[in-house]
């Protein structure tokens, strides 16, 4: 009985650790290697079965049906220029307040932990870095991280359903390997979601893994 469940929990980290590739992959900034991503995202897919595989479907099919030109345009629309559809988790638990350098920080302690440096090209709260290096490097670490954060993933994932962004999906996908939300959880997500991100005038700049970097110099609205 002890094997049996070994062996499905290793199974099912298998199976995290593809969801979260392919997320990674569908929600770096689309570059050059955009459709060569996509191409891999498919691959991973065959791989997968149920809930996940088929959200993150819904997304690799909804940005086939685009250009590079106007996926890059729609990518720094929905995650650049909007404050409450950020892929920085950090933002989402500390804003633009000093607190933040100290989350960030938990996040690059956790992948030196690990034996990898911190990104150079992105911060290492980034959803996509933190799938990667849950992806990649260390899974038990990583889904950790992505656990402690799962009410701003959450609420990330609401708020681009409400956008009608086809990366609701992928996040959804995400969503579909953490644990279930508790009520706490949910009524942090529902203050998150009215209040938005916390507030405070300071200079932080950027952390900067191996996903390809967001575009620079997008402020974040509304």
């Known amino acids: 009985m002890r094997l049996l469940t070994r062996d499905r929990s290793g ?4 199976h995290n650790r593809l969801v979260w590739q392919a997320a990674s992959l569908l929600l770096a900034y689309p570059d050059e290697r955009f459709a060569e991503r996509l191409d891999t995202v498919e691959a991973l897919r065959a791989h997968l079965s149920g809930p996940a595989a088929a959200l993150l479907g819904e997304t690799v099919a909804a940005l086939r049906a685009r250009d590079p030109m106007s996926a890059a345009m729609d990518y720094v629309e929905t995650f650049d220029m909007r404050r409450r559809s950020t892929m920085y ?9 000093r607190n933040r350098g100290r989350e960030m920080l938990a996040f690059a302690t956790a992948y030196r932990a690990a034996g990898v440096e911190p990104p150079r090209d992105e911060a290492p709260d980034h959803l ?9 490097v260390d899974p038990e670490a ?9 009410v701003p993933i959450g609420v990330l994932r609401d708020a681009l359903a409400r956008a009608h962004s086809p990366y609701q999906y992928a996040v959804g996908a995400v969503c579909e390997t953490l644990p279930a939300a508790t009520d706490q959880d949910v009524r942090r997500a529902q203050r998150l979601a009215q209040a938005g991100p916390p507030v405070e005038s300071v200079g932080l700049q950027p952390f900067t893994l191996t996903v390809p970097p967001r575009r620079q110099g997008g402020s974040l609205d509304e």
């Open 11 to 14: 199974a099912r980290m298998l």
């Open 128 to 136: 996509a870095v933190v799938l990667e290096f849950a992806a990649t």
């Open 142 to 150: 990583g889904r950790r991280l992505l656990t402690e954060h799962r």
């Open 89 to 97: 988790l950090t933002y989402w638990t500390a804003g633009d307040t």
